[in-house]
């Protein structure tokens, strides 16, 4: 096993992966000694299995090779009715679609009520899973049962409200409403968190300017989390 360093704690990676694990995800054949970054940690390609590898090697050689960078997320459904069986998702459902095609590897998807010690569990065992992105989706409005932001600023170690302020600024072109929204954006070591409103036609107006069509903005910030050498602006 390699163990590789992050700002929490130490990641204990397998040695090697099989890709497979790629067959979901729109990519091009792999080729001897291409590198991939999966989940944080760094894979050179060699016959038919990926091999962990040490990342000052990797990026040595994927100067004359492919470099592709595949991130696990997780989709989080803060919902009473939902959790009760009395109400469909609709909203989780379609943020782990949009995941899928932006290329996203989604590792959990996952139900709770608004209960705030059950989505602190989860939202730290993302951290333990050394998950990339986490959204969720609900809980964010005025009601007392919404703590979803409550519970991620006590999880997340650092605020990014920029984020934040890109979702609000664009659903305040969609509805008045926005403004109620109690969106919060943060990160602890590698894992980055999105709060995102629980109504489907609200998460899609978010997902507008999350996740334009044909770019990957996020992967920028998740590249940035996992010490990933790219540089601003690229």
């Known amino acids: 096993m390699i163990k590789l360093k992050s700002d929490v704690c130490f990641k204990t990676v397998p040695d090697e992966i099989n890709p497979d694990i790629f067959d979901k995800l729109s990519c091009p054949d792999f080729k001897q000694n291409d590198v991939i970054s999966f989940n944080n940690c760094f894979y050179l390609f060699k016959k038919d299995k990926f091999i962990a590898t040490e990342e000052k090697y990797a990026e040595k050689i994927s100067e004359d090779h492919t470099f592709l960078y595949y991130f696990k997320a997780a989709v989080i459904v803060m919902s009473d009715s939902c959790s009760q069986g009395i109400a469909e998702d609709k909203s989780g459902e379609f943020l782990k679609n949009r995941l899928l095609n932006q290329g996203y590897i989604v590792e959990d998807f996952i139900i709770v009520p608004d209960d705030f010690n059950e989505i ?3 939202l730290n065992n993302c951290i333990k899973k050394n998950i990339s992105l986490v959204l969720t989706t609900g809980g964010t409005g005025l009601s007392p049962r919404d703590v979803t932001p409550d519970v991620t600023k006590k999880v997340a170690s650092k605020e990014i409200p920029g984020i934040s302020q890109a979702i609000i600024n ?7 409403h926005a403004m109620f ?3 919060y954006s943060g990160f602890c070591g590698r894992t980055l968190f999105i709060n995102l409103p629980g109504s489907v036609k609200a998460v899609k107006e978010c997902a507008e300017i999350l996740f334009p069509e044909n770019k990957n903005i996020l992967f920028h910030a998740l590249e940035k989390l996992a010490a990933v ?4 602006g690229s």
Request: aromatic share 6%; glycine share 6%.
């Open 120 to 122: 602190e569990k989860v």
């Open 170 to 176: 664009y659903s305040l072109t969609k509805s008045p």
């Open 181 to 183: 929204g109690r969106i």
């Open 229 to 232: 050498m790219a540089k601003c």
